[in-house]
């Protein structure tokens, strides 16, 4: 007879929360500490053997630990087998959609890359409903090729740069996407992966997580990480936490007013700081006739559009050069702000910010000494992530892997040849 899926079906309640609890203590000590004996488990997490020697039994039957052996570093006596995180099989998938791209990454649950991937989209241009049609076209592929792989995929997070409501996966605006109470998770869901786990997070929070993680400033406790797309979000990272606010809406640093006499933003309102950082800012000063919004029947990826714009400076323009030194200016200036509001020790910048850091962080950085409280400047610098584009689709399959390194009961238990062969 095949288990129960979770495995703590005839426990209590209590007892089940334990177990799931311990499970997690050795999954993630493994994945944080590497190969160990069971003996050397048992001593770093302070449970007795039989209780590590019976939640092993769970984790490899289902596929997320395997014996190597034998151990003999600093061994007495007979070596024991190595425990090691395996999760070969099990998957996470993030998605980003954004105003001219869609992007795909997986992982499994010991961090190989499987699919990592941006294709070009005009979601500026469609109405919700064709960019889900292509959003859910990107996932069905994603899948297909998971599959073939034999990944099992635990949960898909979709990245949205917007206001979510995160308990429900529905967007409650996405200004630069025209998107207003759009249920995204219930129609992938329908549309996609009816059995996997779908939820939908800020793109800035979930690049502010993957840039915690494992990007250039990893392990700073008190961070800010800017998107730098057509549109400017912010994640904010305070004591090693991200900062989420009440309704989970903090953040949204982009449509904080820095010009009563601005430009009209797509929030509806005038002078918000992405108007003049944002992407769309910079590309209508250097390139009006290309700018975002400017109909001429070609979709243009980010990547593209930071070309030409390279190409031009790297010959001169001067209308280039004019156009970074403005935005790096407003740059510094409402990132002063953000400093004296959270007392950051770096401001990572991502996207076009970090394509172009040399010609617009060193004047961003001089108006934030410039106008910034004289000790939090002082310990403040702005980093460029090696990110690039793909910072939030990656945060957002980190965030499936954390899932499931919580909880390895979500993973269902595997036939017993499978989990046999698995702990070969």
Partial sequence: MRPVPNGLADIPADQATVRRSNLSLVLRHLREHGPQSRSAVAAATGLNKTTVTSLVGELRARGLIRENGPQHAGA??????????????????????????????????????????????????????????????????????????????????????????????????????GWYGVPVAERLSWDVAPTIPVTVVNDANLAALAEFTSGVAAGTTD?????????????????????????????????????????????????CWETKVGLAALVRMVTPDHAYGVPDG?????????????????????????????????????????????????????????????????????????????????????????????????????VVVDRVLADPTAIEILPPQMSTISGA
């Fill in 298 to 398: 070609i979709v243009r990826d980010p990547e593209e559009r930071l070309a030409e714009i390279e190409r031009r400076q790297a010959e001169g323009d001067p209308q280039v050069a004019a156009a970074l030194a403005e935005v790096g200016r407003w740059l510094g200036l409402g990132s002063a702000t953000l400093v004296r509001l959270f007392n950051p020790r770096v401001i990572v910048v991502g996207g076009y910010f970090a394509r172009l850091a040399e010609h617009l962080l060193p004047r961003a950085q001089a108006e934030l000494t410039r106008l910034g409280v004289t000790g939090t400047v002082a310990h403040c610098t702005f980093v460029a992530s090696d990110l690039g584009f793909g910072a939030a689709s990656r945060g957002a399959a980190g």
């Fill in 76 to 177: 007495v006596g007979r070596p024991g087998l190595a425990l090691t995180l395996d999760g070969t099989r099990v998957g996470a998938l993030g998605l980003e959609i954004n105003v001219d791209y869609i992007a795909a990454f997986a992982t499994d649950l010991g961090g190989r890359v499987l699919i990592d991937r941006r294709v070009g989209f005009d979601a500026m241009g469609c109405d919700p409903e064709r960019s889900l049609d292509e959003l859910a076209r990107v996932a069905r592929e994603a899948l297909a090729e998971l599959g073939l792989l034999g990944i099992h995929v635990a949960g898909i997070t979709v990245a949205v740069p917007g206001l979510i409501d995160g308990a429900n996966g529905v967007v409650h605006v996405a200004p630069n996407l």
């Fill in 223 to 271: 961070l800010v990480y800017l998107t730098g797309e057509v549109g400017v979000g912010g994640g904010i990272i305070a004591g090693g936490r991200l900062l989420g606010g009440a309704d989970g809406f903090a953040g949204e640093v982009g449509h904080v007013m820095v010009d009563s006499a601005g430009e009209r933003c797509g929030c509806g309102r005038t002078g």
